[in-house]
């Protein structure tokens, strides 16, 4: 089975936050999918509890519950995984390996994200009335929402593009960008997407769609 389970304490060495007792996070490639650990007070003491997710706060792309032993955590994450995979038209890699630790810990299941992107909003009032109309597109792989296109409202066509999912601990890793046009920016979208797979051990099964258009 491709999905990985690894101490917390050795995945995010220095974090300072108390600990949960015989906690876990499990990768998928680097990265992580989701987690469980003992409880060890209240009503629930002994019990384990687990959660899966892929995505940012997505809801649909989440799952959790309690189990009696760990193991059986293991097999819960893993079911739910793949039904998330499923729906997003994803697969594991079965030669996938678990990533290195990581320098900086997340809150709850891996959440990691860039930094905010510039407010293009406020650079683009620099640069005189507005000459279209605003655009916005989702990037999906299948059901799932992996990132953004947004047409420029002022000045000369230009598209940015920003990658929506947990990054890698990787400086290099481009996760946004700007070109000319809408099928550029996609295309340099779908070298992000990737290289991600290719991190989170995982294979796509069908193209990524571009997806409803806000304006």
């Known amino acids: 089975m491709p999905l990985f389970a ?3 304490d050795d995945h995010y060495p220095g974090d300072e936050r108390p600990p949960r007792l015989d906690y876990y996070v499990v990768l998928s490639g680097g990265l992580e999918v989701g987690g469980f650990h003992r409880i060890g007070s209240g ?10 997710e892929i995505g940012s706060g997505n809801a649909t792309f989440t799952a959790g519950g309690y189990a009696t032993h760990p193991d059986v955590c293991r097999t819960l994450i893993g079911l739910a995984f793949r039904r998330m995979l499923a729906r997003a038209d994803l697969r594991e890699r079965t030669d996938a390996k678990p990533g290195p630790p990581r320098r900086a810990s997340a809150e709850g299941i891996a959440s990691t994200s860039g930094p905010a992107p510039p407010n293009e909003r406020e650079k683009d009032r620099l640069l005189g009335p507005m000459v279209r109309n605003e655009l916005r597109c989702t990037i999906r792989s299948g059901e799932l929402v992996v990132g953004l296109l947004a047409r420029a409202t002022h000045g000369p066509e230009r598209w940015s593009w920003s990658f929506g999912l947990t990054l890698p601990d990787d400086e290099d890793f481009e996760w946004c960008g700007k070109s000319e046009s809408g099928d550029e920016a996609f295309d340099a979208f779908e070298a992000c997407w990737s290289q991600w797979c290719a991190w989170a051990g995982l294979t796509p099964l069908a193209p990524l769609q571009r997806g409803a258009r806000r304006g």
Do not use: C, H, T, V
Not at 43 to 52: D, I, M, R, V, Y
């Open 43 to 52: 009503p629930s003491e002994g019990k384990w509890s687990w959660g899966a």
């Open 6 to 8: 690894r101490l917390r």
